[in-house]
């Protein structure tokens, strides 16, 4: 059973950064997609970015392109999104996820969940 553990959420001003840190154990990470959703209050769970085994087939909300950036460590089986220009529709529960198979927005398509981490950027 693969078990993701998220690190790095917070408190930030608009503008700010923010770097999340996923951490897989339990599984062969360098087999998986990983992605992150994120839940804002009120709002549905939407994919936020996801990135393939290899790194080469990367995928990003429109709302996010340009400001997020996805990427993985197979070495240390742990993946990454690096958050600059935070606005505070921003603010949310981001969860890390796992599947078997290329990077897609459907969320029934994820097998494998952490616990989520808050991210709340202040006006």
């Known amino acids: 059973q693969v078990q993701l553990v998220e690190s790095g959420g917070g408190l930030v001003q608009a503008g700010g950064s923010l770097r999340l840190s996923c951490a897989a154990s339990?599984?062969?990470?360098?087999?998986?997609?990983m992605g992150w959703f994120r839940q804002a209050p009120g709002k549905e769970r939407e994919l936020t970015a996801a990135?393939?085994?290899?790194?080469?087939?990367?995928y990003y909300a429109d709302s996010v392109k340009g400001r997020f950036t996805i990427s993985r460590d197979n070495t240390k089986n742990t993946v990454y999104l690096q958050m600059n220009s935070l606005k505070p529709e921003d603010t949310a529960v981001y969860y890390c996820?796992?599947?078997?198979?290329?990077?897609?927005?459907?969320?029934?398509?994820?097998?494998?969940w952490g616990q989520g981490t808050q991210v709340t950027v202040s006006s």
């Open positions: 996820t796992a599947r078997n198979g290329l990077p897609i927005r459907n969320i029934r398509e994820y097998d494998h």
């Open positions: 339990g599984g062969t990470f360098s087999g998986y997609t």
């Open positions: 990135i393939n085994w290899s790194g080469n087939i990367i």
